[in-house]
């Protein structure tokens, strides 16, 4: 079936460091990818998502290319705020076309001053 | 134009009790997905609803866990007899009909303690 696997966290990094979580999926027929932050104590925000192969996504100063070679949605960031301090949730549309995700396990990133 | 809305934000119940949990999704749109988020894991989907009907409930528990979304009011996640392992969070997810399949709308989650 389906699945999404993400880098284990929790990832601590320094303000204005550059940001890299690695995400890759399986899944039949061609789903869309999505990013989902999600800050402590709140719902899933999204943050970015891609349709189709090649595209990028981008919003806040976060990427990431949908790469079915690979089969990658790789999220960066040039340089990351305390702000940005949050759980990221890599995700697919589910082959049923429903519209219901599947979700990775989720990574903590903790940036400190 | 409100977000989705879910309540309550917190629930405890003792064990044996029952749990209902509501969701408003956003003006406009009529699919609803439930979510559940044990601690330290990412959501599993549990089930996908449309006007009074089910879609998709591949996800949910076979015993105890049932979900409705009538023509009026919200969709509402029933777990009866609830035991320690169902506390998680519970969230929420609404699409619009010429959306569909390509964003989900979540809301604020509702967690659940058993105790």
């Known amino acids: 079936g389906d699945s999404v696997t993400q880098m284990e966290g929790p990832v601590t990094l320094s303000e204005e460091a550059f940001l890299t979580i690695n995400c890759t999926y399986t899944a039949t027929g061609y789903p869309s990818l999505f990013w989902y932050v999600q800050y402590p104590g709140e719902g899933l925000q999204l943050l970015l998502k891609a349709t189709k192969a090649d595209d990028k996504g981008s919003n806040k100063g976060f990427e990431a290319t949908y790469r079915k070679e690979t089969t990658s949605f790789h999220l960066e960031k040039g340089s990351v705020q305390v702000s940005d301090s949050a759980v990221y949730f890599c995700a697919l549309s589910g082959s049923s076309n429903t519209g219901k995700l599947i979700f990775g396990q989720g990574t903590t990133l903790q940036v400190k001053p | 134009n409100a977000g989705v809305m879910q309540n309550p934000r917190h629930l405890v119940r003792r064990r044996g009790q029952e749990a209902r949990l509501r969701c408003s999704p956003m003006k406009g749109h009529s699919h609803v997905y439930w979510y559940r988020q044990l601690p330290e894991e990412g959501l599993k989907f549990m089930v996908y609803l449309q006007k009074e009907n089910i879609i998709d409930e591949s996800g949910m528990p076979k015993e105890r866990f049932s979900a409705e979304f009538p023509k009026e009011g919200p969709s509402i996640l029933r777990i009866q007899q609830v035991v320690r392992g169902d506390s998680a969070a519970y969230f929420c997810?609404?699409?619009?009909?010429?959306?569909?399949?390509?964003?989900?709308?979540f809301g604020q989650g509702t967690r659940l303690t058993v105790v």
């Open positions: 997810a609404s699409s619009p009909p010429d959306r569909f399949g390509t964003e989900a709308f």
